[in-house]
T-cell receptor, first 113, second 114 residues
Framework: RKEVEQDPGPFNVPEGATVAFNCTYS??????FFWYRQDCRKEPKLLMS???SGNEDGRFTAQLNRASQYISLLIRDSKLSDSATYLC??????????????FGKGTKLSVKP | DVKVTQSSRYLVKRTGEKVFLECVQD?????MFWYRQDPGLGLRLIYF???????EKGDIPEGYSVSREKKERFSLILESASTNQTSMYLC?????????????FGPGTRLTVT
């Protein structure tokens, strides 16, 4: 069964803290990985793709470990506005550019003043 | 900017009613999806469509059907609503082959079946 597993949290951290989220996926053939962000009562939105060599976007760093089937997201210098649920997402394997997304259940982050 | 709209933000229906949820996207995307999102269960795929008049079952299609008569519109139908279909319903669209894979979501319809 295809699965993406995340710690549901919540993670309650003070402003300025560094926080890390982890995620594991079950299909070793998966090729594409993402983090989505979902604000309370809003729709999910793509935060960043995750590349094999790791990638950074400002305060956000995503890493992939294919051998362990493990994805991580690091947020440095947390802001109040980072409070949201972070969804780990894996694209299932299918021919060509098609393939549906498999979503983890999300990790809730609450950044406090 | 990609826009995905859904016909209602909130909907209350009675058990046994037929329910239509409409989704429209304005970016000429080929692929469209219907999900439901429940606390503790996350986002689960109900149905998807890779082209007009094409539909495929997702992970939880039971009790639902879909219609894709036009490229921009993807409808989710609950033939006979039941209380266990009370949920947040999210529509998404995507165009293959246009840069990094990204699904764009509508704002969601919170359906309550009483």
């Amino acid at each position: 069964r295809k699965e993406v597993e995340q710690d549901p949290g919540p993670f309650n951290v003070p402003e300025g803290a560094t926080v890390a989220f982890n995620c594991t996926y079950s299909n070793s053939a998966s090729q594409s990985f993402f983090w989505y962000r979902q604000d309370c009562r809003k729709e999910p939105k793509l935060l960043m793709s995750v590349y094999s060599s790791g990638n950074e976007d400002g305060r956000f760093t995503a890493q992939l470990n294919r051998a362990s089937q493990y994805i991580s997201l690091l947020i440095r210098d947390s802001k109040l506005s980072d409070s949201a649920t972070y969804l780990c997402v894996v694209k299932e394997v299918r021919g060509g550019s098609q393939g549906n997304l498999i979503f983890g259940k999300g990790t809730k982050l609450s950044v406090k003043p | 900017d990609v826009k995905v709209t859904q016909s209602s933000r909130y909907l209350v229906k009675r058990t046994g009613e037929k329910v239509f949820l409409e989704c429209v996207q304005d970016m000429d995307h080929e692929n469209m999806f219907w999900y439901r999102q429940d606390p503790g269960l996350g986002l689960r795929l109900i149905y998807f469509s890779y082209d007009v008049k094409m539909k495929e079952k997702g992970d939880i299609p039971e009790g639902y059907s879909v219609s894709r008569e036009k490229k921009e519109r993807f409808s989710l139908i609950l033939e006979s609503a039941s209380t266990n279909q009370t949920s947040m319903y999210l529509c998404a669209s995507h165009s293959p082959g246009t840069g990094p894979y990204e699904q764009y979501f509508g704002p969601g319809t919170r359906l309550t079946v009483t």
